[in-house]
């Protein structure tokens, strides 16, 4: 079993910056490939970020490309996502999901292959 719980979330203007992360508890962290999703309201969740157990490879969802950025911190047992020049449209509850992977470089990118899931943390982007 892995425990995760999401932090970060907050109000932030157009422009602006928020740092995510997302706290690990249970099985070996570091064994595990991490995502981050995004659900806002009417809306189905949808991928935002991945990375693999060491953090050598990660993917980003077209929407998010050179404003947001996946890490790890696998002494930490954390993950992070660093948001920039964030937009309205950013507007979503953010979910980190980890799942345990056979080898280092793999990381997924559909939510129905993550076993284990945070509570979520809002972020609202508004002026």
């Not at 969740?45 to 947001?68: M, Q």
């Not at 696998?74 to 979503?92: C, G, H, I, R, Y």
């Not at 939510?111 to 002026?127: P, R």
């Amino acid at each position: 079993q892995v425990q995760l719980v999401e932090s970060g979330g907050g109000l932030v203007q157009p422009g602006g910056s928020l740092r995510l992360s997302c706290a690990a508890s249970g099985q070996t962290f570091s064994r595990y490939a991490m995502g981050w999703f995004r659900q806002a309201p009417g809306k189905e969740r949808e991928f935002v970020a991945a990375i693999s157990w060491s953090g050598v490879n990660t993917d980003y969802a077209d929407s998010v490309k050179g404003r947001l950025t996946v890490s790890r911190e696998n002494a930490k047992n954390t993950v992070f996502l660093q948001m920039n020049s964030l937009k309205p449209e950013d507007t979503a509850v953010y979910y980190c999901a980890a799942r345990s992977a056979y080898l280092n470089g793999i990381y997924y990118i559909r939510a129905s292959e993550y076993d284990y899931w945070g509570q979520g943390t809002q972020v609202t982007v508004s002026s």
